[in-house]
């Protein structure tokens, strides 16, 4: 379903969007580079928003990056449990709107009228 990434499509992008392309490179370094994070928390938190946006590519990349970082079998799966309960904890957050609507359309009362 997904394109293996190959030198040639990192050549195409690179052709088409150079300057997109190179300041984006400069924005990842400086993400990932060590501060008030080291390296190992910021590819954990990295597996799991990419689980969470559901990007193969960076689920690939960055489980790599938090094991190359020193993070366990472990931590890389709590991560991903982490970035589970956050998801379906959104989903019921936002059940609130759906019985807000549901409210306003039965006139404030609670249920069909």
Do not use: N
């Not at 990295?46 to 990056?65: L, R, S, W």
């Amino acid at each position: 379903m997904y394109p293996h990434p190959t030198p040639e499509l990192a050549r195409r992008r690179a052709e088409l969007a150079p300057e997109a392309l190179s300041a984006f490179k400069a924005f990842s370094r400086a993400v990932f580079a060590p501060g008030a994070l080291d390296a190992k928390t910021k590819q954990l938190i990295a597996v799991a928003v990419a689980h969470v946006t559901q990007c193969p590519y960076c689920i690939k990349g960055h489980t790599e990056g938090a094991a190359r970082a020193g993070a366990s079998d472990a931590e890389i799966m709590e991560a991903i449990w982490v970035a589970a309960e956050m998801r379906a904890g959104g989903a019921y957050a936002h059940s609130a709107l759906a019985l807000q609507t549901l409210e306003d359309l039965h006139g404030h009362g609670h249920g069909p009228a």
